[in-house]
Nanobody, 115 residues
Framework: QVQLVESGGGLVQPGGSLRLSCAAS????????MGWYRQAPGKQRELVAT???????NYRDSVKGRFTISRDNAKNTVYLQMNSLKPEDTAVYYC?????????WGQGTQVTVSS
């Protein structure tokens, strides 16, 4: 059974930082590309960042320079370091594992940026 379990969300003030983690089980983690998505209330889910099996990272423009995605294949975990957080970053953040036509999702973790 494939499981992706996110953690690390919470309430943070503007300008603050959070690190999200996503622990995977039931898959050969090292051969999956990984991604973080987010969905704000009333909006569609959007891609935040991806990291390939070769550690190549890509980001949506609005988070470039503030967010960093990384992976630890020994721990079957992908991370999203989020700095200089803004209120518009408020959303449920989802972890995604994808390879060819296979894709798996976590249950999401809430990130709220507010003073």
């Amino acid at each position: 059974q494939v499981q992706l379990v996110e953690s690390g969300g919470g309430l943070v003030q503007p300008g603050g930082s959070l690190r999200l983690s996503c622990a995977a089980s039931g898959i050969n983690f090292s051969i999956y590309n990984m991604g973080w998505y987010r969905q704000a209330p009333g909006k569609q889910r959007e891609l935040v960042a991806t990291i390939t099996v070769g550690d190549s990272a890509n980001y949506r423009d609005s988070v470039k320079g503030r967010f960093t995605i990384s992976r630890d294949n020994a721990k079957n975990t992908v991370y999203l370091q989020m700095n200089s957080l803004k209120p518009e970053d408020t959303a449920v953040y989802y972890c995604n594992a994808f390879m060819n036509i296979r894709a798996y999702w976590g249950q999401g973790t809430q990130v709220t940026v507010s003073s």
